[in-house]
């Protein structure tokens, strides 16, 4: 089985399985989720009454942020990392 998980700044944010929230088992649906944590009602307050421009920056500087990584879960229930070898 294939699960994804995004990770900000190198730490794991949010994950999923199947039983909790299924779009995670597709790259799509990570995607959507990274969208999701990086839309303009994520902003922080203090971003709230600042030019569009400056709320536009700062968001972009949040995806930088943010990266998705695909996990495979073998028949012993090991998670193991794209390209790590076991």
Known sequence: MR???????GQLFRASYKQNVPFYETEL???????????????PEYLWNVSESEQQEYLDAQKT?????EFEL??????RCQGERM
Do not use: H
Request: aromatic content about 10%; hydrophobic content about 40%; overall charge positive.
């Open 29 to 43: 649906g990570a995607r959507r989720a990274l969208q999701s944590a990086t839309n303009r009602l994520s902003l």
């Open 65 to 69: 942020r943010y990266d998705i990584r």
């Open 74 to 79: 073998d028949e012993v229930r090991r998670i």
């Open 3 to 9: 699960l994804y998980a995004v990770f900000k700044d």
